[in-house]
């Protein structure tokens, strides 16, 4: 290296070491190191142990993390390698929520801004998954399947490396924090079945079917007849195939068509959607349960699960918004629920699985790490980042109560009759 180019990487890695200690002289207990490009090590607080080391690994880390103050900029530095992670990853979040909720004041940002444009802005190359490009008004029919398969397309053989044995991509029921999670996955399907009272010979619609885990389930233990839809083809396919495997043709199918699309009258007993409702958007919430409703016979019971959150702030996409599940949208339970009762639903219960979920999503995690190399075969090294922080952000989200999953029970009254026993006890009997 010449004397110049060492010269400027000591002044990066000075100005670099500055800010960091002046953006986090504030956080305690600082349970994480530091290390720089250059092998400099900025330690953890004394006597506190180190949790997780922070990786900058060239001299514009730093300006590619702060780049606009949000979780996406620090994501993205994820991402593409600008900074990893080694150790526990799950300590990273509050870090990161620190560093996004700061709001210095105008000297100090004058300070900072002065010495991050001291800091080199280039990076490495932007390789592998790029950022969601959706065209169209927001959840029209053709955007919102652009949304879809943006996710849902990636790899069947991705998702079948950290998913259950059965590919449920949702929310698991645990008895226990030791449970393993096919057989967590099990019992949530099966919870939803005796919540739905299924007997032989009803016909259900599971709207957001995924690979039809929960249809082949129904049919082959309640003896229903299921027809589960999915705006996503390698999804269908997979779907086709298991019920073809299972010998269930004559009971179960899977259609690719938008829950709009359904003929109005092709009735169901029972209808069932399963962390789909989040991706609806708000404006077209009574458009989805009138639908509902319309498909539904009188007396029949329709179970709505999915995340809940507050509304977000208008402004730059998230993370998840740009790299995940793009114009995800999920509401207040508050919300979902008095469009429901609007478009004639009675609510009959209503239930939080949201410890359930930070579970669900810990074990996720544990098993994408544990099949690294496999999840960069079947895609590329950015997605398996970008699961990876999905799955661990999430998980932290579902522990702080920041975001919440539920279970809503919707009964179309028949004449005031329901049908229903007295208690709940069938339910976990």
Same mark, same amino acid.
């Given at each position: 290296?010449?004397?110049?180019?060492?010269?400027?990487?000591?002044?990066?890695?000075?100005?670099?070491?500055?800010?960091?200690?002046?953006?986090?002289?504030?956080?305690?207990?600082?349970?994480?190191?530091?290390?720089?490009?250059?092998?400099?090590?900025?330690? /953890?607080?004394?006597?506190?142990?180190?949790?997780?080391?922070?990786?900058?690994?060239? /001299?514009?880390?730093?300006?590619?993390?702060?780049?606009?103050?949000?979780?996406?900029?620090?994501?993205?530095?994820?991402?593409?390698?600008?900074?990893?992670?080694?150790?526990?990853?799950?300590?990273?979040?509050?870090?990161?929520?620190?560093?996004?909720?700061?709001?210095?004041?105008?000297?100090?940002?004058?300070?900072?801004?002065?010495?991050?444009?001291?800091?080199?802005?280039?990076?490495?190359?932007?390789?592998?998954?790029?950022?969601?490009?959706?065209?169209?008004?927001?959840?029209?029919?053709?955007?919102?399947?652009?949304?879809? %398969?943006?996710?849902?397309? %990636?790899?069947? +053989?991705?998702?079948?490396?950290?998913?259950?044995?059965?590919?449920?991509?949702?929310?698991?029921?645990?008895?226990?924090?030791? @449970?393993?999670?096919?057989?967590?996955?099990?019992?949530?399907?099966?919870?939803?079945?005796?919540?739905?009272?299924?007997?032989?010979?009803?016909?259900?619609?599971? !709207?957001?079917?995924?690979?039809?885990?929960?249809?082949?389930?129904?049919?082959?233990?309640?003896?229903?007849?299921?027809?589960? !839809?999915?705006?996503?083809?390698?999804?269908?396919?997979?779907?086709?195939?298991? !019920?073809?495997?299972?010998?269930?043709?004559?009971?179960?199918?899977?259609?690719?068509?938008?829950?709009?699309?359904?003929?109005?009258?092709?009735?169901?007993?029972?209808?069932?959607?399963?962390?789909?409702?989040?991706?609806?958007?708000?404006?077209?919430?009574?458009?989805?349960?009138?639908?509902?409703?319309?498909?539904?016979?009188?007396?029949?019971?329709?179970?709505?699960?999915?995340?809940?959150?507050?509304?977000?702030?208008?402004?730059?996409?998230?993370?998840?918004?740009?790299?995940?599940?793009?114009?995800?949208?999920?509401? /207040?339970?508050?919300?979902?629920?008095?469009?429901?009762?609007?478009?004639?639903?009675?609510?009959?219960?209503? +239930?939080?699985?949201?410890?359930?979920?930070?579970?669900?999503?810990?074990?996720?995690?544990?098993?994408?790490?544990?099949?690294?190399?496999?999840?960069?075969?079947?895609?590329? +090294?950015?997605?398996?980042?970008?699961?990876?922080?999905?799955?661990?952000?999430?998980?932290?989200?579902?522990?702080?109560?920041?975001?919440?999953?539920?279970?809503?029970?919707?009964?179309?009254?028949?004449?005031?009759?329901?049908?229903?026993?007295?208690?709940? @006890?069938?339910?976990?009997?």
């Amino acid at each position: 290296m010449k004397a110049n180019e060492t010269a400027d990487a000591g002044r990066a890695a000075r100005a670099t070491m500055s800010v960091l200690k002046d953006l986090l002289k504030d956080y305690h207990p600082r349970d994480f190191s530091i290390r720089l490009w250059t092998g400099e090590v900025l330690e /953890p607080e004394p006597g506190i142990s180190n949790r997780f080391t922070l990786v900058l690994r060239h /001299p514009g880390a730093l300006r590619a993390m702060l780049r606009s103050g949000s979780d996406r900029a620090i994501a993205e530095a994820y991402i593409y390698d600008d900074i990893d992670v080694e150790g526990d990853f799950d300590r990273v979040f509050p870090m990161a929520d620190y560093l996004t909720a700061l709001r210095p004041g105008a000297t100090n940002r004058i300070r900072l801004a002065s010495q991050l444009v001291s800091i080199p802005s280039g990076g490495g190359p932007r390789a592998g998954r790029k950022s969601a490009r959706l065209r169209g008004p927001v959840h029209s029919l053709e955007r919102d399947r652009q949304a879809v %398969t943006y996710h849902y397309n %990636t790899s069947n +053989e991705f998702f079948a490396l950290f998913l259950d044995k059965e590919m449920v991509y949702s929310c698991a029921y645990f008895a226990s924090e030791g @449970e393993s999670l096919d057989a967590a996955q099990r019992r949530k399907l099966d919870y939803i079945c005796r919540k739905l009272r299924l007997k032989e010979g009803e016909r259900i619609l599971d !709207i957001g079917c995924g690979w039809g885990g929960l249809i082949t389930y129904a049919a082959k233990e309640y003896g229903v007849s299921a027809v589960g !839809i999915t705006l996503s083809e390698p999804q269908a396919m997979l779907a086709a195939e298991r !019920i073809r495997s299972d010998g269930l043709q004559d009971r179960c199918r899977v259609d690719i068509v938008d829950y709009r699309r359904i003929p109005e009258d092709d009735l169901f007993d029972k209808i069932v959607s399963i962390g789909m409702v989040e991706h609806v958007g708000k404006s077209r919430l009574p458009d989805y349960f009138e639908q509902a409703w319309r498909l539904l016979k009188p007396g029949g019971v329709f179970l709505n699960h999915g995340i809940a959150s507050e509304s977000k702030p208008g402004g730059s996409l998230t993370f998840s918004d740009a790299y995940v599940f793009p114009d995800s949208e999920p509401v /207040p339970i508050s919300t979902s629920l008095r469009v429901a009762e609007a478009s004639g639903f009675e609510v009959r219960d209503v +239930e939080s699985l949201r410890e359930h979920y930070a579970l669900t999503l810990r074990e996720w995690g544990r098993r994408l790490e544990s099949r690294h190399e496999d999840a960069v075969k079947a895609t590329d +090294e950015a997605t398996y980042r970008v699961w990876r922080l999905f799955m661990a952000g999430s998980e932290h989200g579902f522990k702080t109560g920041r975001l919440n999953v539920y279970q809503s029970l919707l009964f179309k009254p028949d004449r005031g009759v329901s049908g229903f026993p007295l208690t709940r @006890e069938d339910w976990y009997h």
